[in-house]
């Protein structure tokens, strides 16, 4: 079972979903991504929470709280926020 506390809805050609997982990977927050191209029910869900687009990326957090194309400031924000920033 996944016990990420971080959810990253993305695709492969999204350049701020590689600049949002460069964030986190550089900072060592863990994260679980799921890329909505390849499946229907997290595109679905992208797009239930985000007024039918598929914005990418959609970050969902272990709060509940959600960030859509989050700029690197937001992230940091909200990862200190959570205690995940190492």
Not at 11 to 18: A, E, Q, S
Not at 40 to 65: H, L, R
Request: glycine share 6%; aromatic share 6%.
């Amino acid at each position: 079972m996944d016990t990420s506390p971080i959810i990253m809805y993305s695709t492969t050609w999204c350049g701020d979903c590689k600049r949002s997982k460069s964030f986190l990977n550089s900072h060592g927050v863990l994260y679980t991504e799921i890329n909505i191209e390849e499946d229907e029910k997290a595109m679905a869900y992208v797009q239930k929470i985000n007024d039918g687009m598929n914005s990418v990326p959609t970050i969902v957090f272990s709060d509940g709280s959600i960030l859509t194309e989050p700029t690197n400031e937001d992230l940091e924000k909200k990862v200190k926020e959570l205690g995940l920033l190492h």
